[in-house]
């Protein structure tokens, strides 16, 4: 069965860019997005040789997050900020469907944070060499070891008061919908302590959808949920944590969105088997 968003439309056409729309991206936001990236990312890196709190760092990330907004046309609105403690050490998860959710999230949280994030993007030329000195934290799906090493590394940087950000679907949504979440993340939140944000991006993916340059300007939403306690938990519980996570999410994410709430279909019964 296709996938069908709540105004009826597929979602292969949810995207549709007009043909003004594909001419201003490919020649003018895409090769600024670039512009930008390099530029910012370039004066990042040199800054890391002095910057040891990450700082100066994080200042251009949000100079960088504020251009690409502005370039894309996609205004901002964040509900529920009085969620967002800079002050207190928090695991924030999100759902992530788009390239535009990183800037997004660099320009509506207003502290800094450190991004677990899959240790492919680390052996990217220049992307990678970024991502390691400004501290964020490789995750090694592959490799339960190292994996491990991380989730310690996550854990550390809590207790050492740095709030972390998570996708905990893995990977981005190729069609809009939240994946179930991974756990890894969650056992960081109960070996520290921190409690669970859970916050929900709404309108990046018909902006900027996986695997597209295309670039659909439009409105979108950060919606920040009631912190989640994790003091009754235990590490062996992380997947009911995630759950509990990921329930909250789709709350704030499914009434706000265009996609479907795939919780509200109806489950179709099995076909009968045939008789011999």
């Known amino acids: 069965m296709a996938l069908l968003y709540s105004n009826g439309v597929s979602a292969a056409d949810i995207h549709n860019p007009s043909a003004w729309e594909r001419i201003t991206s490919y020649l003018v936001r ?37 251009l690409i907004l502005k370039t894309t046309g996609c205004s901002l609105t964040v509900i529920g900020a ?11 998860a999100s759902n992530h469907a788009s390239a535009l959710d990183i800037p ?7 502290f800094q944070f450190r991004i677990m994030a899959k240790r492919e993007l680390f052996r990217i030329p220049f992307m990678g060499w970024h ?18 090493r991380s989730l310690r590394q996550a854990s ?6 740095m709030p972390l950000l998570v996708f905990p679907e893995g990977g981005r949504s190729a069609n809009g919908r939240v994946q179930p979440f991974l756990g890894g993340a969650f056992f960081v939140a109960i070996r520290s302590g921190a409690p669970v944000v859970p916050m929900a991006i709404v309108g990046s993916f018909e902006a900027v959808p996986m695997n597209s340059f295309v670039i ?14 994790v003091e009754q ?22 009434p706000r969105a265009e996609v479907s709430d795939p919780r509200a279909e109806p489950v179709l019964p099995a076909k009968p088997g045939v008789e011999g």
């Not at 600024?32 to 390099?38: C, V």
């Not at 997004?104 to 207003?110: C, D, E, I, R, T």
């Not at 991502?131 to 491990?148: F, H, K, M």
């Not at 659909?216 to 306690?229: A, D, N, S």
């Open 30 to 66: 895409d090769p600024l997005i670039f512009l930008y990236t390099i530029v910012l990312g370039t004066l990042s890196l040199l800054s890391s040789l002095w910057d040891r709190d990450g700082q100066i760092q994080h200042r251009f990330a949000r100079l960088w997050a504020w």
């Open 82 to 92: 009085e969620h967002l403690h800079g002050s207190r050490a928090c695991v924030y």
């Open 104 to 110: 997004v999230l660099y320009h509506a949280l207003p």
């Open 131 to 148: 991502l390691q000195r400004s501290g964020q934290i490789p995750i090694d799906r592959e490799n339960a070891r190292s994996s491990l």
């Open 156 to 161: 550390e940087a809590i207790e050492r008061g």
């Open 216 to 229: 659909k300007p439009r409105p979108v939403t950060l919606v920040v949920g009631e912190p989640i306690p």
């Open 233 to 254: 938990f235990t590490a062996r519980e992380m997947d009911r944590l995630a759950a509990i996570a990921q329930k909250a999410v789709e709350d704030l994410y499914y």
